[in-house]
């Protein structure tokens, strides 16, 4: 069955309530065109669930930045040998890739921020891809990132990306699951992963973007942490102005 | 077809700052022509016309932008980018239309 819009606020309440399993079931059960976001880190934990409950029904997309580690390239071959899946492996627009690296050069995230690069490199391909689709599931968890993942709801009605005149309806299946949960499902099932998280990388996107981290560290700062730095001296400054 | 603008007034009475900045486009490009009524959502208020339209088709950002048109459901878009594209149907440019929805959207770079 195929909806076009969805209750998505009065479904955010009722599902926030139910297992990450319960909420892909009902997200497979109510849309055809589909699709899960994988990442190529831990949330593979979506493919295995959506393969346990609709096997014939999992459709997964990556986003290739061109600047992903080896074992996540590697990792995310595993994955699609190890379900039998397609994974639509999505690109950004050479052009404008082109136009970033000519002007800035290869790192202008380290100088700049990342968002320009990000915003090329992965919302780019990722707004084509969902141009295709009437749903997509991501892995987007709360406690990746206090700043940024803190309200994700359970469903949302995505219209940053929805076509023209349609709705586009956004899953976050494991909104309410911690990373320990994560894990753990990883482990008692049996689910393979990417061989970096063995070294330290709790968070893992582009390389030169993607840091191990230590004990007690948040996951968070694994990513863009040379911009959290510049924020913090920017709220030093601010102090002494106030003073 | 009426195109309205919602505006947010922050608590300490200061416009929000991409407010501000979605304002200056529409004027620097002539668009705000195009724009029938600005309403403004005062965060003092929450009885503020803005703010009770936020309320009514459950905006949790500003600005915003509610199009209606004859014998058609209303249509709130938060992208200042895609509005013009999909509503205006003029011409952006792509890296302006994708930052703006990743400064929208920051837990996509996570993605």
Redesign the interface.
Do not use: V
């Given at each position: 069955m195929s909806e076009n819009h969805l209750p998505t606020v009065d479904l955010d309440q009722k599902l926030s309530e139910q297992t990450p399993q319960e909420i892909l079931a009902y997200a497979l059960e109510q849309f055809d065109n589909i699709a899960i976001s994988f990442s190529g880190a831990e949330d593979v934990v979506l493919i295995d669930m959506a393969y346990k409950i609709a096997p014939k029904k999992v459709q997964a997309f990556s986003l290739d930045t061109g600047r992903l580690h080896s074992e996540t390239y590697r990792y995310i071959e595993k994955v699609r040998e190890h379900y039998n899946i397609t994974i639509d492996v999505v690109f950004p627009e050479s052009e404008a890739v082109n136009n970033l690296v000519r002007e800035k050069g290869l790192f202008s995230f380290y100088k700049d921020d990342h968002k320009e690069c990000c915003s090329i490199r992965k919302i780019g391909p990722l707004r084509r891809k969902l141009l295709t689709v009437d749903a997509w599931i991501t892995g987007q968890r709360r406690d990746q990132s206090p700043g940024t993942r803190a309200a994700i709801p359970v469903i949302q009605d995505d219209k940053a990306f929805a076509r023209p005149g349609a709705s586009l309806t956004k899953f976050n299946p494991l909104a309410n699951w911690s990373s320990d949960q994560v894990w753990a499902y990883i482990r008692s099932n049996n689910v393979p992963y990417n061989e970096l998280h063995d070294r330290g990388f709790v968070s893992i996107g582009c390389e030169p973007c993607t840091r191990a981290t230590g004990p007690n560290q948040h996951e968070r700062e694994g990513r863009w942490w040379w911009e959290e730095a510049t924020l913090k001296e920017c709220g030093l400054h601010d102090v002494n102005i106030k003073k | 077809m009426k195109i309205t603008l919602v505006k947010k007034i922050k608590l300490d009475g200061s416009l929000c700052k991409k407010c501000e900045e979605v304002q200056q486009k529409l004027e620097a490009t002539g668009q705000i022509d195009l724009i029938d009524e600005v309403l403004i959502a005062d965060e003092r208020d929450p009885s503020s016309q803005g703010m009770e339209l936020a309320s009514l088709f459950?905006v949790d950002r500003a600005p915003f932008f509610l199009v209606e048109r004859e014998g058609e459901a209303p249509e709130?878009?938060?992208?200042y980018f895609?509005f013009v594209k999909?509503v205006l149907n003029q011409k952006t440019r792509?890296?302006d239309d994708?930052?703006e929805?990743?400064?929208?959207?920051?837990?996509?770079?996570?993605?």
């Open positions: - | 459950n709130i878009h938060t992208i895609k999909d792509e890296e994708l930052k929805i990743l400064n929208d959207n920051p837990d996509l770079d996570f993605l």
